[in-house]
């Protein structure tokens, strides 16, 4: 997910990213463990985007705090 397509998106849908990101990481945390994940770029790709995210969450609060 680019930056740029993150910044389009209203707060709360980020947050509801953000949330279902995180159901995925640990989906992907389980399949590594028992050894069903094709690729474990995967893991560090989606906590990449949740860090992304979560940083346009900060940029928003910060612009809503002045």
Do not use: H, W
């Not at 990101?21 to 945390?29: F, G, N, P, S």
């Not at 050894?35 to 893991?43: C, S, T, V």
């Amino acid at each position: 997910m680019k930056i740029r397509e993150i910044r389009e998106l209203p707060a709360d849908e980020l947050k509801q990213r953000v949330t279902d990101l995180k159901d995925q990481v640990a989906r992907l945390r389980f399949q590594k463990a028992v050894g069903q994940l094709d690729n474990p770029m995967k893991i560090r790709n989606v906590r990449r985007d949740i860090a992304r995210i979560k940083t346009v969450l900060l940029e928003i609060q910060k612009k809503e705090a002045k």
